[in-house]
Every structure is written in C-alpha cells, then in structure tokens.
C-alpha cells in the first residue's frame, strides 16, 4: 500500500511559478510510474504530467508542454511537478497518483492517490 500526500499549492500571480512536491510513505514508490493530474469544480479531472518507474521518460498535456516539468527524487520517495509561466486556467486542485505499471495519461490506471492541493493563479 502506498499513501501519497500533496504540498506546495497556493496563490501565485499569472506568469508566476510553484513547486508542487508529493510525499509517498507505506512503500519505497522506486518503479512506480507517477503522474500529475488536475480538477476545477464542474469538470472532469484532467492529465497533467506523467513519469516513468525508470524516471527516464515523461510526457505531458499539450496545455503544460514547455511550461510544467515532472521530476522524483527515489532517495526521497517525492515526485515534483515544477509549474513555471502559470496562467489564471492552471488554478485547479493539483492530485498526485502511482501505479505499478508503465506510465499513463489514464487516470483509471492509477492506483494510488494523494487529498489534492489547491493551485490558484489570478490574472
């Protein structure tokens, strides 16, 4: 079993940036492939940001492409979404997710899943 809890949200400036990190305690998540996704009220959650277990591939929204960068540290059991150039359409609540297999943009294939934390950008 693995538990993930969400840190770093807040309220930022368009053109801001934030570091949203995601601590995994219960299991080391070392293989496990991570991902960021993300949900406004009255929407559908969304794919943000997804690693691979080797760390060595990701991929990304075309909204985040060249803005956001996912990053784990294993020695830390943490995944990081780095959020530079933020836009008042990137406030959601932020939700962090693992799973065994290889990496997705599916979050049905997630098994795990952090509470969520708050990204407010104001124009």
């Known amino acids: 079993q693995v538990q993930l809890r969400e840190s770093g949200g807040g309220l930022v400036q368009t053109g801001g940036s934030l570091r949203l990190s995601c601590a995994a305690s219960?299991?080391?998540?070392?293989?496990?492939?991570l991902a960021w996704f993300r949900q406004t009220p009255g929407k559908e959650r969304e794919f943000v940001a997804a690693l691979s277990g080797s760390g060595s591939r990701t991929s990304y929204a075309d909204s985040v492409k060249g803005r956001f960068t996912i990053s784990r540290d294993n020695a830390k059991n943490t995944v990081y979404l780095q959020m530079d150039s933020l836009k008042p359409e990137d406030t959601a609540v932020y939700y962090c997710?693992?799973?065994?297999?290889?990496?997705?943009?599916?979050?049905?294939?997630?098994?795990?899943w952090g509470q969520g934390t708050q990204v407010t950008v104001s124009s």
């Open positions: 219960g299991r080391t998540f070392s293989g496990y492939a």
């Open positions: 997710a693992a799973r065994s297999g290889t990496y997705s943009y599916l979050q049905t294939l997630y098994d795990y």
